[in-house]
């Protein structure tokens, strides 16, 4: 996939992109990371788009050092403004890896979108989104992935919410332990420092998102990010790090979090949980049991949870925790055939679709063929053929069963797909747990 990646960097601009740019007088490219001036102003327009201050020589610094160099980056210019080195919108992409129900898959991540609102309502992201999609199309990337500020812009490119994210209050004093103790007294858990977590985090991350639909690859500079190691990190020293380690030495387990004191009560103190870690339930029940067993914190807060968390059958009153859930990572297939044969499937079945795409990458006519082993073949064809059960639906609708985060007979009650048998439908594309990401980017 490394090669794959960097062809994805290097290729050109759509050239139907560039077209319709300078219909409306803008010119665009792909930035030079090498060229700092223009990355800096390429950082400047992004700090603006998400309404963030002016990006001071520190911050570009530690940009530059450890998110920039991984990115294809695109930048829009107005020759004719005032400052026309300082791009009208920003597009970030690169080619990662989601994880689908038995196998994974590149994918094209993106982020930093973002439209100057003195360029409004000219096209510019539905240029730059349509073309920088036919490139991954084109090089053979199967889906695009992409986690979003505002929910309501992505549907008309072919996106879809396909796993959610869970938000948590708990009231530490009223939820009360009852899971797991621990089985292994062996076990362990031990504070590190924020660059030994760093260390540790990276392969304890692939052993786990390689087993959660939903997950990519962690883009690069996230891990200094969430370490506080970067050079413009603000309060780091904040961040404690503790792990878990089972009894044959091996670190199953890291969580992220700080704490925030209540200067009127000082038993009452919030602790954020900024990333957990567990590629073990054992590391798992351990590490929430040490946090919720923490002196004088009386509120736990955590994000970017999975919707069907384990800790909810952890604790005696489960009205002590407060649930917030809402769609988080976005799919968007590209290539049909190719996102069906890379996931696995429970049943053994044959099914029709015909799919429409607005951008017309991934429309068509498919045949799909599970077996018994959970392998799936995919035909291309001209017409449904007589006696198979047809689905008719979008690359939207398509994109959100993918992960099975949603069921074809919910979809179909909403109006958003027509099956002639949408129960047979749901069961080819359930999984046994809900997909998840478990990070922002």
């Known amino acids: 996939m490394t090669d794959l990646a960097a062809q994805f960097r290097a290729a050109p601009l759509d050239a139907a992109t560039t077209t319709s740019l300078a219909a409306h007088g803008l010119g665009a490219r792909v930035v030079d990371d090498t060229a700092r001036a223009d990355l800096d102003r390429w950082h400047d327009a992004v700090a603006r788009g998400f309404l963030e201050g002016e990006p001071d020589d520190k911050q570009h610094e530690g940009f530059a050092a450890v998110s920039a160099p991984t990115r294809r980056k695109v930048g829009v210019y107005d020759a004719a403004g005032p400052q026309p080195d300082l791009p009208v919108a920003t597009f970030a992409s690169w080619v990662s890896e989601l994880t689908v129900p038995g196998g994974a898959v590149p994918a094209s991540a993106i982020s930093a979108v973002t439209v100057a609102p003195t360029h409004r309502r000219r096209g510019i992201l539905s240029a730059v989104m349509a073309g920088e999609l036919r490139t991954a199309a084109g090089l053979g990337v199967p889906a695009a992935v992409l986690t979003v500020s505002e929910s309501t812009i992505y549907g008309r490119f072919g996106f879809a919410p396909a796993a959610a994210a869970a938000s948590w209050r708990l009231d530490v004093r009223r939820a009360r332990w009852i899971g797991p103790r621990p089985a292994d007294p062996a076990g362990r858990i031990d504070f590190v420092t924020r660059a030994q977590g760093r260390d540790l985090a990276p392969a304890l991350h692939e052993r786990i998102r390689r087993a959660s639909p939903g997950e990519i690859s962690m883009p690069g500079g996230h891990w200094e990010r969430f370490f506080g190691l970067r050079p413009d990190a603000e309060k780091p020293g904040r961040t404690r790090v503790a792990q878990y380690r089972s009894a044959g030495g091996e670190v199953d387990g890291l969580v992220l979090y700080s704490v925030t004191e209540d200067t009127e009560d000082f038993t009452a103190s919030t602790l954020d949980v900024a990333f957990l870690l567990a590629a073990t339930d054992e590391a798992y029940a351990a590490l929430w049991r040490f946090l919720l067993s923490m002196d004088l914190v009386a509120t736990i807060r955590a994000s970017e949870l999975a919707p069907d968390e384990p800790l909810w059958w952890m604790i005696a009153d489960q009205r002590a925790a407060t649930i917030t859930l809402r769609d988080h990572q976005y799919v968007r297939i590209l290539d049909v055939p190719a996102m069906l044969r890379a996931r696995s499937f429970d049943v053994a ?56 985060g949603v069921s074809a007979v919910t979809l179909a009650r909403a109006g958003r797909l027509d099956a002639d048998d949408p129960e047979r439908i749901a069961r080819l594309f359930q999984t046994v747990t809900a997909p998840r990401l478990s990070f922002w980017y």
């Open 349 to 404: 079945d044959t099914v029709a679709f015909e799919v429409t795409d607005p951008l017309e990458i991934a429309g068509g006519t498919f045949v799909l063929t599970t077996d018994s082993t959970g392998v799936a073949d995919v035909d291309v064809v001209d017409d449904p053929p007589v006696g198979v059960p047809l689905v008719r639906l979008g690359i939207v609708e398509l994109s959100a069963l993918l992960l099975g």
